[in-house]
C-alpha cells in the first residue's frame, strides 16, 4: 500500500521543525500521521538523533503506537528507537529522576532520598491505603489540626486535593511553600472579582436580578451556618436591588486561611516523607521532584533538556506538565498539538486552559520560571498557529451534528459558556454522506437500545463503507453504545446476556462488587474473625435457605464440603494463593480473575496490611465502586459497550449514545470534597468545626456557599464529552433515552421517536460470551501483554517452591515479600549503593555481581512486537540484570525458588527478553540464564522461538480447548 500524500495542513507541521507551533488536530484530521513523519523528518537528519527530540504523549500505548508507525517512515528501527524519549511525561520523570533524581529531595529542605530501588507506585487503591496508613501516623502526630480531622469524611478526600495541588506545580517546603506556591492558595482576588461582577450583573437592560442574587435566594436553606454569617436579606440587599452590594465580594474573599494553610502543608510535606521512606513514589510525586530537579540543578538542567519538544494530546496536559515541557526545551523548537474540544480528563487534573490560553500561559509561565535565573528559552514567542482541517473519519452531516454538540446547553437554563470561536470548522474526507441521525426513547431504555441496534444491522439505510470504498450492510461489529456512566453499561450488558446478545465490553469494572471479589472476601473472613458474614455469603451462594443458614451459623455444624475447604485454605501461606483457589473451587476464570489476584496481593505486597487489613480495604472498595479499566469480547462480530472516555481515540462505523436521560448525562451534582482548591479563589474549606454555639458543631461555611455560586458549574467539559462521542462516528448516530431524556437531546437538531422494543432471539451457531472474560487492555494502540501473562502461575503456589525450613526460613524470608527484598538488593548492589547483604540469598548475588565484567545493564525494560493472526501484540517485561560485553550479551533472572519446578515457565519469560535483546546486539550472541539465589547455582537457558511465543499468546487469549 502507497504512503498516503500530506494534506497542505499536515504537510505545514511536518516540515515546519524550527520555531513554537500550537497546533489544532481535531477528530479525525490525521495528527498522528503528521506527528510521526514530523519526528522522523527531524531524527533523519545527520545531525539529530533520537535522543535530540522529546517525543510526550499521554498514554503509554500511544506510545508504542508512535514508535510504531515512526520505524515504517524513518531509517530507525525499534532497536534504535527501543529507548528513545517517546513515552508520556510519568515515564520521563522517572527516567529523569532514576538518573539525576537522589538528591532531589533536599531542594525542599526534605532529607530522604530517591534511591535507585525508589518504585514507582501506579495504582490509586494502593495508594489510597499507603495514604490511609500515613494519615492514622499522623493523625496522632498532630492534635493542633484536630478540628480539621473533624470536618473530612475520609483521608481520601485530602489525597485528592495533594494531587491536584502537585498538579498546579503548588509543592510544600520544610520552611514554608516552593516557589510561589502559597499565592496559588491565597486565590487571585482581581479574577475572582471579574467573575463577580459577571454574575451580579442586573439582566434585561436593569429590569431582572441578576443570577448570584437570584440564586441566593436559597441562600440558608437546608444549612447551618455560625453566628457571624449574615441574614438572607442583608446579603442580598433589600426588596426591590437587584444585585449585591460591592464589598460582598470582598467579604466572602477575604478570610483568615491560615489554620487551613498550615494543616494542608503539614499534611502534604507529611506525605511526601512517608513516601520517601516508604520508598515509593506516585505519579503525581514523579513530576513534582523531576520539576524541583530541574529548577533548581543547572547542570541536570542541560543536560536533560532536548534540541526538539512535541507534546501530543496537549488539552489534556496539566499545568506541570506545561511547565516540564518548557524546562526539557533547549530551544524554542515546541511543538504542542492538541483540541481544547477533547479536553475529558479534569479528573485527572488536565487544564484545558493550557491549550485554550496557550500563548497567554507560555508568556507567563516562562517569565515565571526565568524569574530569578534564566531557565527557558521562551522570550516572548510569537507561536505559529496550525489548523488541521480536513476530516478523515466522518461524515459531512456527523462533522454537523458534533459542532452543534459542542454549543448545546445542558440544562434549560444554562449559558453556554464553551469558547465558540476557537472552534475550527471541519471539512469531510468520506466517500458518500448517507447519514442517519435520529434519536429514541422509551422506559424499557436497554431492550430499546438492543432492538434498535438489531433493526439497524443488515440494513441499507444505514450503509457504512467497506474496505473497497463501497457501501455495505452493517455488521453488530460497526456498532458501538457510548455511556456517561459505567452503571448504565454494566446493565446493559446483564439485559444483553438475557437475550445471548453479541456484546463486547470495554471500559471501567468497579473490581470489588463483582461476584469473584464478595466471595473472595466471604473466605476471607471465615479465615478472620467475621466468620459469620463470611459463612451466610458462603451458604446462600450453595443454596441453603435463610432459616437453614441461622441454624447452621447457631450450631456451627457447617457442611463438610465447605469446611474441608477452609481447613485447606488455612494451610495456604499467601494471600495470593488464598484467593486463586477461592476463584479455582468456584470456576471464576479469565482476566477479571487475574486483576482480583494481583490487585489483593499487590495491596498485601506493597503495605503493612495484615488479612484484617485486607478485608477492610475490598470492603472500602465495594463502598466507594473503586475501577480497574477492562475490556472482554464476544467474538469478532459483537457490539462494543464503553463509556465516552474510554471511547476517546477510537473510531466506529455506528455510534449509539445511550442513556441521555436527565440526571445521568450530566450526572447529578454529588458531594464535593471539604476542603478544595479551585482557581481562582484558592484554597478553601466547605465546612468548619466551632464549639462557638451551645454545642461543638460542624457548620457550613457561608462563604463558600456564596463563592461557589460565581464559579462555572463544569458543564463545559460536559458538552465535550458528548462532542468526543459524536466523533467517534464514521457514518451514523443513534441517540437513546428513557422516560426523561436531557435537555442535549432536546437541544440537538434531533427527531426522537417513541421506540416499541422487540429484542429477537439470536442464532449465531454458538452463544454469546455471557460469562464476559475481562482482559486488561490499552483501550487504543498494540494489544499488551507482559511475559508472566503467558506463565502457568498455579506452579508457584505450591510452599515447596518457597526456601525449605532452615536457618532464614521464618516469616520474613518466604513469599513474594522475601523475592521483592532480595530484587531490591540486587538492584541496589549493582548499582553501587552502599548496601549490605543480609542472608545467604543476597550474599550470593553480590558474589555474582562482583565476578561480573562489561556494562551491567539493571532492570531493563523491553518490549518485544509480535505479529499475532495478523494483529500487533507486544510483550512487555523488566529483564532484572543485562550484561554487555565486546563478544557476548547475557540476560540473568534472579530466583529465588527452592526448587526447579517453575523452570518451563521462567523459560517464556527469559524467551521474551533473549529476542529484544537479540535484535537490538545483531552483531554478537546473547545468553539467557536463571540465577537461583537459594544456592548460586546458574542455570542456561534455551530461549523458545518466536513462532512459540505467538503460539503461547493465541492460548492466553484463547483459552484452553
Known sequence: MSEPTPNDAQREL??????TYLVDAGPGTGKTFAVTRRYGRIVDRPETDPDDVLLA???????TEMKARIVDHSAYGLRELADAPIRTFHSHCHELLQEHGYAAPTHLGIDERITGSTRILDDELIEAERFREFFGGFRDDHPEHADFYRVLSSPGELLDLIRELASKGVFPAADGWYRDGESHLDGDFEAFKERFDAVNEPRNDGRKQSVLREDLSRFGRDKTHLPDAPSKSALRGGRGTKRLNDDVAEAVFREDREALKAFVHDAYLGYLRFALRRNYLSFSFLQLFAFVLLCENERVRETAAFEYVTVDEFQDTSEVQFKLALLLSATDNLCVVGDWKQSIYSFQYADVDNILEFEGRLDRFAADLNADADRVPFDSPDPTRIELRENYRSTASVIDLSERAIATPASSDEPVDAPLDDVVELSANAAFDNTVIEGIRHE???EAVLSKVQDIVGNDDYAVEGEDGEPRPPEYGDVAVFTRTRDYGRELLDVAAEHDFPVAYDGGIELFRTDPA????????ILDVDADRGWAVVLERIGYAVDEIDHIL????YPAGPAEFRDELRGLESVGAVARRVLDRYGFTGDVADVLLDTVQSVHDSTTATRGDLIRHIERGVETGGTVDVSASAGDDAVTVQTIHTAKGLEYPIVVMANMNEGRFPPRA???SVIQFRDPVGLRRRKVYSEDGAHPHVYDDWRYDVVRRCLPRGYDEERRLLYVAVTRAESHVVFAAGEDPN????????????ADPDVEPLDRGEPADADLPFAVTAPDGPIGHTPHSLMDESVFEDAGERPEPGPEADPETRGMDFGSHVHDFAEAYALGDDVTPSNDHERRIA???????????VEEPVTLPVAVDGRRVTLSGIADLVRVTPDRVEVIDYKTDATRRARAEYRKQLSVYYHVLDEWFADRPVETSLFYTSDGTRERIEPLSLGELRALVRATETGPE
Open 554 to 557: 447457631g450450631t456451627g455444624s
Open 743 to 754: 435537555a442535549f437531546l432536546a437541544e440537538l437538531p434531533v427527531s426522537v421517536e417513541e
Open 670 to 672: 454529588g458531594g464535593s
Open 444 to 446: 424499557d431504555e436497554h
Open 57 to 63: 504523549t499521554f498514554t503509554r500505548s500511544a506510545a
Open 847 to 857: 558474589e555474582l555481581l562482583d565476578g561480573l565484567s562489561g556494562d551491567l545493564r
Open 518 to 525: 464478595k466471595l473472595l472476601l466471604a473466605w476471607l473472613r
Open 14 to 19: 511536518i516540515e515546519g521543525t524550527e520555531g
